[in-house]
């Protein structure tokens, strides 16, 4: 039950999380990161290793940018809505998403020439793309018919006109490339080529980047205001109001340009949706996570109950059941279309072990969660938070890395050992304790560097004494 505070029960300037209780977790996660970066550098560079730990590495960044995404997301709906039940909680949501512009760290690996040949083939052919389909003034190279027979124009390139006869195909395409697909890299190279790669991922983490750290700086500098006012307050809702779409378009091409782009003969216009529910899913259950850690240490004991324990569990609930509606909802229309460049990468996530991890997540992403968070008294129980939110985060892993291992195909059977042969697995693991420590590290910095909860908001009596 909601407790009952008053202005009198609360400290004048807040309260702050002691440095001793975050230095030892601080030190022991950037060690391990620091150990991991110099193994990763081995991996990376190893002629054996360095293909498939590519695809490790862009496992382990999707995973925890997703998580400071998310805290992205949740602390702009709360500016942009006014909240006030999550006023408790606003300062736990701003230093999750104050991440995000820190995991530009873990994305310059994913700079190297090299790793971007292991991942995005087109990253490379896009330049013969060019060459081969392209004149000096940039023009398509073809010749052009009327057919006869038809009331289409055949065009193709000058370079493929001795492989057929006359020089035409027959064949219905309008267009007809290469068998090998080439002609899609070719009318998508206007967006798929690496300047523009690098120019949008560049700008996805000082566009956001910016977003996050201005709402938390007007956030903290509200605690240290001696005369608080709602203007700051009303400032932070309009520019959370530009900030929301900047965070919905970061956050879908993301999604589009790092996982996506894995196999660029695929496409699905909800990709960027289906990310951002798992976004917002394993955020809130990292958040919930950090909520119950801090009370455990004394921390929030005041301005927050079971009652914010019960929203946040309603909202990684409702979350839950969007996750399984995009994803079904994507697998849905592409079973229908039945479009050859669509269906692969349900092929290929149907095929050799893969099919029961697939089909895993109908029954462990959704069935057991929506079960488990139904009651109402389970989104109270602190034990039952602990082992819902481990969970969700367990197979929200799962999802991304049968959304981004697979395409690393060959690279997991190229040795002889058995430990060359399982080394692509070893990577997985080293990849995510590296990030992962980096990740930590950072959250924990952020939560040391300012108070707990914002304890000068005029709204903060109204979420300590929430009912719902």
Not at 146 to 163: C, R, T, V, W
Not at 356 to 368: M, N
Request: net charge negative; with cysteine.
């Amino acid at each position: 039950m909601a407790h009952n505070v008053t202005s009198k029960d609360l400290p004048v300037n807040g309260e702050q999380v002691k440095s001793s209780d975050l230095a030892l977790p601080k030190f022991i996660s950037l060690i391990v990161f620091a150990v991991g970066a110099i193994f990763s550098i081995f991996l990376f560079t190893n002629d054996t290793f360095g293909d498939g730990y590519s695809y490790s590495w862009l496992f382990a960044f999707m995973f925890f940018i997703s998580l400071a995404l998310g805290g992205c997301f949740w602390t702009t709906l709360h500016n942009v809505t006014n909240s006030g039940w999550g006023v408790s909680v606003r300062r736990l949501m701003e230093n999750l998403g104050f991440v995000f512009p820190f995991m530009a760290v873990i994305a310059i690996p994913l700079m190297i020439p090299s790793v971007q040949n292991d991942l995005y083939e087109w990253m490379e052919s896009h330049r013969d793309v060019a060459h081969n389909y392209m004149d000096e003034e940039g023009e398509l190279k073809y010749h052009e018919r009327d057919n006869g027979a038809h009331d289409y124009k055949q065009i193709m390139p000058l370079a493929e006109a001795d492989k057929t006869d006359h020089g035409y195909y027959t064949s219905p395409p309008k267009y007809a490339f290469k068998a090998d697909h080439q002609s899609l890299l070719y009318y998508k190279a206007w967006y798929m080529n690496l300047p523009f790669w690098l120019f949008r991922v560049i700008g996805f983490f000082v566009l956001l980047g910016a977003g996050i750290w201005i709402q938390r700086k007007m956030s903290m500098d509200q605690d240290t205001d001696p005369n608080p006012t709602c203007a700051r307050l009303i400032k932070t809702r309009q520019l959370s109001c530009i900030i929301m779409p900047i965070f919905a378009v970061v956050a879908t091409f993301i999604a589009l340009d790092f996982m996506m782009a894995l196999d660029y003969k695929w496409f699905s216009t909800m990709y960027g949706v289906y990310f951002f529910a798992g976004c917002a899913l394993n955020s809130m259950a990292v958040l919930m996570l950090t909520l119950v850690w801090l009370r455990k240490k004394g921390y929030l004991q005041t301005v927050t109950s079971t009652e914010h324990f019960h929203i946040m569990g309603k909202l990684m609930f409702a979350f839950v059941v969007f996750w399984a509606y995009v994803s079904f909802s994507q697998f849905m229309l592409i079973w229908y279309a039945n479009i050859t460049e669509e269906t692969t990468y349900f092929i290929l996530r149907n095929t050799n072990e893969w099919w029961l991890w697939s089909i895993s997540l109908v029954f462990g992403h959704f069935l057991v969660p929506f079960v488990f968070l139904l009651p109402h008294y389970t989104k109270k129980r602190t034990g039952l938070i602990i082992l819902a939110c481990v969970y969700i985060l367990c197979y929200h892993a799962i999802d991304l890395y049968i959304a981004v291992i697979p395409e690393r195909g060959v690279s997991l059977t190229h040795g002889e050992s058995l430990f060359v042969e399982h080394a692509a697995y070893l990577g997985d693991i080293v990849a995510f304790i590296t990030v992962g420590a980096f990740f930590i590290f950072m959250f924990l910095r952020n939560l040391g560097s300012a108070n707990t909860y914002p304890n000068r908001d005029p709204r903060l009596l109204e979420s300590a004494n929430l009912h719902n």
